[in-house]
């Protein structure tokens, strides 16, 4: 009998790198798909919260957010968020325009047999159109639609690329140690800023706050459509956590699953009782919006948290609902389908719980919400008062009372 | 040229090993969230089925059942079902609370490469809950939420996972050869007996059966909802039986996939044509139910049937649809959404029909179908009195006729 | 230390090869899945667009197009799309009735490694169905039920699966080097063209065209259910072309993602330009069929095309949606829900577009549309008759008017 060559060897080993690049590869694609079905919910639950004289203009909204998301990603946001060598200090770079596969691009080797180039750009600009998507929700029956679809252009071709290659991309935050796992902080509090900056320089509908102080329930349309919503966006989240660990790694993938679920329904346990206590009644709507509460809550550390921390963080997460949308209210931020505390709030508790429960440094999460909270709020208060100064930023109040 | 060493060779054998397993690992956690979708298919099923006034009670129960679900799955079930080396004599067993990694844990060793802990946690924790949400369609439009939960609580936590532990945790039923993939019994005569039992002690809707026999027929509220509701049920149910397989092994997982299709497809046009031997009209409830007959029919053998036996199980249990549902009005049995008809009879039909198909005994799948019956017909009476006799079951006739 | 023996060595590649088998087909298996969704989508889309007292009957013809389809293309269709050596001249043959394992049928051997016999059955048969459904939208409204399902029978079971076999089989048009990777020609222009010659037939709806020449906008019934169904098809269509490439490859599969995610936002930008310079107004409908028009228009050289090169073709794909829909209303061909447009046309394009942006020849492209074309058409038309003869094609006017 001959000996195996090193030949023969060499050639096995391919082989068997081939395999594990595809079981990873097709993870991340999996979990795309996953992350795409995202905004089928936010347009279901948003289609859910509006009066059914605004429901085709948040479908109108919702659908536009993904296809422009895709698409300026594709021209300028990925070249922002992923600049390789091309970086000013880890604060901003640009890799130029259009998505270019790098020199000497060889699939296998391009991210350690963890996925392609390609595969990257795509999950990726799935996430990068999430985080408008936030803002539709908040700014609901009053805005523009003009001012609506530049607002998102900016936030999804340039905001949020910027922040997001702080963390992502191996900018400034990389380096210290921030960790976020699917984006507490680089998706959420980035979409929940964003949604407070425009829902307070629209103010609210007309209607919902009376001269006397009193705050005038606007009933959701269709609570089914927000049930609806509120699945499909769980149904994604596992992609969007569980994509995020960037390879099909057994044991970390499913673990984030286990977390992902539990913390999930924690937040839906920690909104009823909350909900219960203030309204002496089951509330469905504050239910699911504490489910979303415990799937933000767990985002950035679902890798690193064990199932029992998932479900205090969820459940905290869930808790605070019903109270945070209250607040927002009393300081008369009108946000119909309370964006604001499930992604700002949410987001905020998420990142800095990583920073308490796990070995991550606490000051470091604090620190980089903090920027990111920044960024945002300016780079929203800069685009948002253009858009008021030249498009106008709010319907007209007739228009407002008959339907976008 | 040199040899290879034994050190090279071991190296590329663990890199061979972590390619099967993520392969394996990821299919297991597609299936999970396929599985997870079916809950969104239960709630829009029962939600196109109740009248409107009682929609947003069902979308609340469905929603309460998956976060409760897993959460008592974490803390309880799955040390019950999957319980080790504590078991006293194959009937019951504990592994302790919370879901505790075994000593030892290797997750490349722990099932041979084909899965992690965390995976086959979050995979049987989404099957735990969906014996549950079997018994809220049976149930609807009369049963007070507590009660519900309070029910709800007590099959998933105890009920489920001791029967399921028999088979699937290794149990008595396993050790007699007794064969059921992805639970006809486990999970569908589970779900069925309790629901049969709950609309039993429930006793029908108001206005439902007339004092002169006459069965009044409560339209659906909704059929687009109920289509919705089959459709994903169906979607989910590729991974209910291809991820029950446990392993991605191509040529079986796809057998199960070809053999789940044509199951389904059968089931539709056995209850097609019986509702039309009945009522002289295509009957397109009946057709969807037809559908999800054929689904629980080919559950217990779709690793071992051959395509065109499934063909004639789901045609055969489509058949029966139409019949049983108008078996149980007889006997004044009111099941809003047939579920009783669809699980507990199908379950049945599913999984003696390995026994009388294959080679596995008909004598071990009739007496494991006749202990899973009874234990859980005895536990759902149990509980069902004492939360009758505590709590209360059913709401007062006024707030029936209300809308809950 | 001794040498590895020849013998650990085979065992060592057979492991490495299960590896990659598992990963490819588990890829297929989940774009199975996928594919299935888009049922739903279609049903869902479908719904949406007809009016409130034909949404059952809508729906269950969708129901029963999938199922006839699994079924008709089990008992003859897949021997008829895959004869293997059975072929006459490239141009027909079949395989027997039943889909039958070939003689000494390896599963790992089978298709190199990529998927098994099953595989292949089902992921087909998801597809088979499709072309189907796509009639089903073009003659809503007015077709006799017994008439639709007796066409989708013959076109599942004969037409679609001797045109599939002439690229797909390894027929003369694949012979040729005609290129089609997800069937542009093979689904959406059978489907097109069938659902031309069935609308035709059939004539308008009443009242839909005046005596005047007018054109009377028969409303759409529920925008959301229409952005709904869109959205799952978007979701199935990931799985529809990336499941084409029949291997999880890594590169090309995320390829493919990336530009069917281009293409069809691009062709949603493209729909919303052009509506909005006829009509002088945001389209959301003609916005949704864009998206549609640029996923179709990507069909066929996903592998191939470059994403800049998906931007252009989903972009011209969107930007004809408007006009399309138009001049098939001038030659007075009622589609109600435009997928004469969307598909033939769309199909057409997206087929000729690989001969005019790749290397493939722009001839024999053009060869392989006009000639699956012609078939189909004859087909159609020949069963489309034998149908008017003896069933009768139409419901009566008192019934359109009523409603199915």
């Not at 380096?175 to 829902?199: N, P, Q, R, S, Y």
């Not at 937040?267 to 509460?293: C, E, H, Q, V």
């Amino acid at each position: 009998m001959e000996n195996i060559t090193p030949e023969q060897f060499e050639e096995l080993r391919k082989l068997s790198e081939s395999a594990l690049f595809a079981a990873n590869n097709t993870w991340l694609l999996n979990a795309t798909v996953l992350v795409f079905m995202m905004h089928l919910g936010f347009a279901m639950l948003e289609a859910g919260f509006v009066q059914p004289k605004n429901i085709i203009n948040i479908l109108f909204k919702n659908t536009m957010v993904i296809c422009i998301g895709l698409l300026s990603y594709y021209f300028i946001g990925f070249g922002l968020m992923y600049p390789g060598d091309a970086s000013a200090g880890g604060f901003f770079g640009f890799a130029g325009f259009g998505a270019n596969l790098p020199d000497g691009y060889d699939p296998l080797t391009y991210a350690e047999g963890k996925y392609t180039y390609w595969t990257e750009f795509i999950f990726q600009a799935m996430f990068a159109a999430t985080a408008a998507t936030i803002v539709s929700g908040a700014v609901a029956e009053r805005i523009k639609l003009s001012a609506f679809l530049g607002f998102t252009i900016f936030l999804v071709t340039f905001s949020y690329p910027i922040t997001g290659f702080w963390h992502w991309g191996g900018g400034w935050l990389a380096k210290l140690g921030f960790h976020d796992l699917a984006g507490c902080a680089m998706i959420h509090i980035v979409g929940g800023t964003a949604a407070l900056v425009m829902a307070v320089l629209l103010g609210p509908r007309v209607g919902r706050y009376g001269a006397d102080g009193s705050i005038n329930v606007i009933p959701e349309n269709n609570l089914p459509f927000v049930a609806v919503g509120v699945f499909l966006l769980w149904f994604g989240w596992f992609g969007f956590n569980g994509g995020s660990v960037l390879s099909a790694d057994p044991e970390l993938v499913s673990k984030v699953f286990a977390v992902t679920g539990l913390g999930s329904a924690a937040g839906a346990i920690g909104a009823l009782i909350a909900a219960y206590a203030r309204f002496k009644t089951y509330d469905l709507t504050m239910t699911l919006n504490g489910i979303l509460g415990g799937l933000v809550g767990i985002t950035a550390g679902a890798d690193l948290l064990s199932p029992a921390q998932a479900v205090f963080i969820g459940f905290v997460a869930g808790l605070m609902v019903p109270y945070v949308v209250h607040m927002f209210d009393l300081i008369r931020v009108d946000d119909p389908v309370g964006a604001t505390t499930v992604h700002l709030v949410g987001g905020l508790w998420g990142a800095l719980a990583v920073g308490i429960f796990t070995e991550v440094s606490f000051l470091v999460q604090l620190v980089g919400c903090i920027c990111v909270f920044a960024f945002t709020l300016v780079f929203s208060f800069l685009i948002g008062y253009i858009l008021q100064a030249t498009l106008g930023l709010r319907v007209s109040a007739e228009k407002e009372k008959q339907g976008l």
